[in-house]
């Protein structure tokens, strides 16, 4: 501090010497002169319109970090970030991803970062859209007796969006959520099966009361799930606040009696879904729409999934779907 304003005392002695020695200029150079002396005016800090150099020109974008090829839009005063296929083909498909509340990959980023997205995006011509939240649960996904959620109508609009601006397929609507996000795919399949054929639910089960789930036709169900998360517990729980969590099984019961399930399944053998845990796969039978969940053993809330088999996994529940 002693140094910065040494070197600020000098700089003003050397203005205050310089302006004086122009005082003393002939009048012959006066014109000179004052342009000379305008312009060290500014140079030292004098003028009263001088202008200042923005020291941030990065502009902030609602949906957070959005690289190329991807589109921050807004729709209804919300925002949603979309990946596009860096191939797109006619009629892409379309996924509607939710991110888990703060701090669980809270943000569309994180969300495309820990599933690699983009990648599915590429690799299965699918629009991915991201919508962004709001604070505590992020998401309007308790399953009540009262009708869709702000965030269903949201997810709706969202559709109808790309159907007409983007060419997307209508009969090819996939719901992806994790964690809290899992819970809002969850409403989906409850509240508007017509549209959206098939919910992927990772760490996050269903949230309200599972008989209000009453779908008018059957969807297809995927939930997947580590058995040691302690963060959104298999057992399901009731919070401090009071939202009631639903368990694996009763939530997987609650689709297989929509879908008309029989009580035996099939196991499939044991999978790397980790680079040092296993999962095994259950699909029940006799069911109208596809229905299951997959264990991954000794998984927490969130692992590092090897990416390939997620997707190879994510894919196989699409296809039953559409």
């Known amino acids: ?142 399953v009540t007796a009262f009708g869709q959620s702000k965030d269903t109508a949201l997810s709706l609009a969202i559709i109808d969006k790309l159907v007409s601006e983007h060419q997307a397929n209508n009969a090819k609507v996939a719901a992806l959520g994790f964690s809290a996000g899992a819970m809002m795919a969850y409403q989906l399949a409850c509240s508007a099966p017509n549209r959206v054929k098939a919910a992927f639910a990772i760490s996050g089960q269903l949230r309200g009361d599972l008989n209000a789930c009453n779908p008018a036709i059957p969807v297809v169900v995927h939930h997947l799930h580590g058995s040691k998360d302690t963060d959104m517990p298999i057992e399901g729980r009731i919070t401090v606040s009071g939202n009631v969590i639903n368990s694996l099984d009763t939530t997987i019961a609650r689709f297989r009696r929509i879908n008309g399930c029989a009580d035996n399944a099939i196991d499939s053998e044991q999978f790397a879904l980790t680079t040092n845990q296993t999962a095994v796969s259950k699909a029940y039978q006799g069911c109208l729409k596809a229905t299951g969940f997959t264990l991954l053993k000794d998984g927490i809330h969130h692992p590092d999934y090897q990416k390939t088999e997620l997707h190879r996994l994510l894919k196989q529940t699409l296809n039953f779907a559409f």
């Not at 910065?4 to 302006?19: A, P, V």
């Not at 004098?46 to 190329?68: M, R």
């Not at 669980?104 to 859209?129: C, H, V, W």
Request: glycine letters at 10%.
């Open 1 to 142: 501090m002693k140094r910065l304003m040494q070197i600020t005392r000098i700089g003003l002695m050397t203005c205050t010497q310089t302006l004086n020695s122009n005082r003393k200029t002939p009048k012959v150079s006066l014109k000179l002169s004052a342009i000379s002396l305008v312009s060290l005016l500014l140079g030292c800090g004098g003028g009263s319109g001088s202008k200042e150099v923005p020291t941030d020109t990065v502009q902030q974008q609602p949906c957070g970090e959005v690289k190329s090829g991807e589109q921050c839009l807004t729709l209804n005063n919300r925002h949603f970030l979309l990946l596009s296929p860096n191939v797109k083909q006619p009629q892409p498909g379309i996924m509607l991803a939710f991110y888990g509340s703060p701090p669980s990959f809270g943000t569309p980023r994180k969300l495309e970062s820990f599933l690699a997205l983009q990648q599915y995006a590429n690799d299965n011509n699918m629009l991915i859209a991201m919508p962004i939240g709001g604070p505590d649960w992020a998401w309007d996904s308790e």
